[in-house]
């Protein structure tokens, strides 16, 4: 057994994970949480209204992977049941079908596991939570500021534990074998490194994107609409989508370029978000007054960006005993779903590393080479797919004129949207990758995603199906014409 003392910055999705992946294998771990306890209420209000000054979509539903949820059905299969029973939904490979895919589906052994979970982060963190004390697999402090991370010099120098605030004032030193920073966008750590010239290899992408998202209720005796295909509707110049979350509890969410003074003035305020809720059909039969009520303001934030950050300089750790997991090592878009699951496989993966060798050096590059095999590839993918929603903006927005291979791109999205809905093994290959078990790209080398890709096309063509109720929507220039708020040309 380990019995080496493990000090976790922060309890949330990350924290947590940590807790899974060491608690119960030798680690002595304590998480240290400067936010206080949430409440064990789960009621909706109580939901909304809970804000993280380090997590800024708190609010919002949060959605496990398939691969998150086989690694808790794996691992932790009484942590699955606990969500369930606290009402995340799970929406299954099939019932994600489009009825002219489901028409020509045949099972296979992978689609069980394509399987996602939703629900609202404070119902995630208290379930979590809850399962990781009662197991004790880690011992959970709120309410608690890091003030200063200990270093021990050398060359590198290493980490040696934590000074911590607490709610009284107290202050108190925290030795540690091992800290991990999984406090989040904020890293509340690096501040510190930079302070001990520790030099912190980061890399840094806006992807230029302001999100605004408003809750939902349904109405007594109402069920969530199913939704086909990938969630959200990827229009040129915005995003829209859905998230159902628990206890009929969900949300709209609209993806504006940051630059689009023009939708942003619309979406920001809770008459423009509803009216053009309104007249996207999509959208539309989850909000209307008879189907939901919103029971929120209207939530915006920033801060969407791609990020990459690393202990190694030139192939070598500058700080030892220190390790990052979870959105202060690498993060992407929300927009993707990663950062739940990306925390976990990072937490199993140094918890793996850990478990294999006690040389801190060794510990250090095992573990970044580890992130860089596990996640870069699909990091780059979603970095390559921000770039590439900015340029249909520009077009769309008649920020520039349509050059050849922006109507040969147009023309291959739409192809790609309607394949996924036409074909089930086209989709599955699509599926598969966004839920973590294949590469994001995996499907661009499968011969079958071709052969599905071509399936579809013909079958989209024979059938008289509503398939283009995806892409049904106003102009721009509608939409800013019926815009109940003002909008400036």
């Known amino acids: 057994m380990s019995g080496e003392r493990v000090a976790v910055v922060g309890a949330g999705i990350a924290g947590l994970s940590c807790a899974l992946a060491l608690g119960g294998r030798g680690f002595a771990v304590t998480l240290y949480e400067r936010d206080a306890a949430p409440s064990a209420a789960r009621e909706h209000a109580a939901a909304t209204a809970s804000r993280r000054r380090g997590v800024p979509h708190a609010v919002h539903p949060h959605f496990f992977m398939g691969r998150l ?58 379930v979590m939570r809850g399962y990781v004390s009662l197991r004790g697999l880690a011992r959970i402090e ?24 607490r709610s009284d004032g107290a202050s108190e030193q925290v030795d540690a074998d091992v800290v991990i920073d999984a406090s989040g966008r904020s890293g509340e750590l690096a501040a510190e490194l930079r302070a001990h010239g520790v030099a912190l290899s980061e890399e840094h992408h806006d992807a230029g994107i302001l999100y605004f998202t408003r809750h939902y209720q349904l109405q007594p005796g109402r069920v969530f609409p199913h939704a086909h295909g990938l969630p959200g509707v990827l229009f040129a110049d915005f995003v829209v989508g859905a998230l159902p979350a628990d206890a009929g509890a969900f949300t709209v969410t609209y993806q504006v370029q940051r630059d689009d003074a023009q939708l942003i003035a619309i979406v920001r305020e809770p008459h423009g978000f509803q009216a053009l809720a309104m007249q996207l059909p999509l959208i539309a039969r989850w909000v209307a007054p008879e189907q939901a009520r919103p029971t929120s303001e209207v939530f915006g934030f920033g801060l969407m ?55 801190p050096r060794e510990r250090a590059l095992r573990y970044e080479r580890g992130l860089e095999q596990e996640l870069r590839a699909d990091w780059r993918t979603m970095l390559a797919m921000d770039r590439a929603s900015r340029a249909r903006f520009e077009v769309a ?15 291959l999205s739409a192809l790609l949207d309607e394949a996924q809905l036409a074909d089930a093994d086209f989709f ?39 398939l283009s109720e995806r892409a049904r929507r106003p102009t721009r220039a509608q939409i800013l014409r019926a815009a109940p708020v003002q909008v400036a040309n």
């Open 397 to 411: 927005a008649g920020l520039r004129p349509a050059r050849l291979g922006d109507r040969a791109r147009e023309a």
């Open 69 to 126: 949820r086989e690694a808790f059905r794996t691992r932790h299969p009484e942590l699955l049941e606990q969500l369930v029973a606290a009402g995340a939904g799970e929406g299954r490979f099939e019932e994600s079908l489009y009825p002219l895919a489901r028409s020509h589906y045949v099972p296979r052994r992978i689609d069980a596991a394509l399987t996602s979970i939703a629900a609202r982060r404070t119902t995630f963190e208290a």
């Open 428 to 466: 599955r290959g699509i599926w598969a990758g966004y839920h973590g078990f294949t590469g994001m790209s995996a499907w661009l080398r499968d011969p079958r995603a071709w052969l599905g890709l071509a399936r579809g096309a013909v079958r989209r063509l024979r059938s008289q199906s509503a």
């Open 142 to 165: 709120s309410g608690v500021r890091v003030a200063e991370l200990l270093v021990a010099p050398g060359s590198p120098a290493c980490a040696r534990g934590l000074r911590v605030v």
């Open 305 to 359: 960006d791609t990020f990459w950050r690393s202990l190694l300089s030139r192939g070598e750790p500058q700080l030892l005993g220190l390790h990052f997991v979870g959105d202060t090592a690498v993060r992407t878009n929300p927009r993707y779903g990663r950062g739940c699951t990306w925390s976990y496989v990072a937490a199993e993966l140094l918890a793996q590393v850990l478990l294999t060798t006690r040389d």
